[in-house]
């Protein structure tokens, strides 16, 4: 009886030092990792690094790779910013993309989180109904010259669909198109006074190049064009609230939070959609 103990005491002994082991070698690739994306950066950019951490990571469904999502806080010349990157490694080497060779599956749609249900909300739903069984969400930039041509056609194709309601997250890329921001906000304004007939579908046809250059930073020039495309009256004054920041604030961090970087990024019944149709199967 006292051997048997033994035995079993030995053997729960052995699983907590292979635990260990694992967490200690698990470490030390997040450290090499870390290390790699360091002097990568360095030694190929003018970018100084002022803090880099793992975001998340994922075994692979590849044996032996794990994918790594980074937070990076980087000094250009410009200022400071930050980004994300993805990298794969599988402990001997890293590389920046990783492809299936059969199916020519980008690994970066495993890389992506799935998107909560506390996100699809009355204030990001512009198609439908919340009861609606599929769920169509969209991370958008309203002078985003990919996402302009692109949001009109969902609106009306969503719109035709019987049970799928289309969901809109902010994510105007302010590095890129400052004057961005100031259309999300009259956006979230807008959308909460509901006066404006498929706002949405009108924002991203009203042309605003001919009013505003999106790297413009006036805001009052940015608001003056919002109104005369729009027909409507929105002042500083309106914009510029806490409850309008915050929302904007909050749904940055949704797109932080899910590593999203570029749009138009679709999600599709909870998972990323890199192919941007997949909601075409609904009827």
């Given at each position: 009886m006292k051997r048997l103990l033994m035995l079993k005491l030995l053997m729960i002994a052995g699983v907590l030092a292979i635990t260990s082991c694992g967490a200690k070698e698990t470490a030390k690739l997040d450290d090499k990792v870390l290390k790699f994306e360091e002097t990568r950066i360095?030694?190929?950019?003018?970018?100084?690094?002022?803090?880099?951490?793992?975001?998340?990571?994922k075994q692979l469904p590849l044996k032996g790779w794990t994918g790594y999502l980074l937070n990076l806080e980087l000094t250009s010349p410009k200022g400071d910013f930050a980004t994300k990157d993805t990298l794969y490694t599988d402990g001997s080497v890293v590389v920046m993309d990783l492809y299936d060779i059969k199916t020519a599956t980008n690994y970066k749609e495993f890389m992506a989180p799935l998107l909560s249900d506390e996100y699809y909300t009355k204030e990001h739903l512009i198609v439908g109904k919340l009861s609606y069984k599929h769920k169509v969400v969209v991370f958008s930039d309203p002078l985003c010259p990919a996402c302009i041509p692109y949001m009109p056609g969902l609106i009306d194709e969503i719109k035709a669909k019987k049970d799928t309601a289309l969901y809109y997250i902010h994510l105007p890329l302010q590095s890129l198109h400052p004057a961005a921001m100031t259309v999300a906000k009259a956006m979230i304004k807008l959308h909460k006074d509901g006066k404006i007939k498929e706002l949405t579908k009108k924002i991203y046809q009203a042309n605003f190049q001919t009013e505003f250059d999106s790297k413009q930073t006036d805001e009052k020039k940015i608001l003056d064009g919002v109104n005369k495309k729009l027909g409507t009256k929105l002042t500083l004054k309106d914009i510029n609230t806490k409850a309008i920041q915050d929302r904007l604030d909050k749904d940055l961090s949704i797109s932080d939070d899910m590593g999203i970087q570029g749009t138009p990024t679709i999600y599709v019944d909870g998972k990323q959609d890199r192919t941007r149709s997949a909601y075409k199967r609904f009827k």
């Open positions: 360095v030694s190929t950019t003018n970018l100084k690094i002022k803090k880099m951490t793992v975001h998340s990571k």
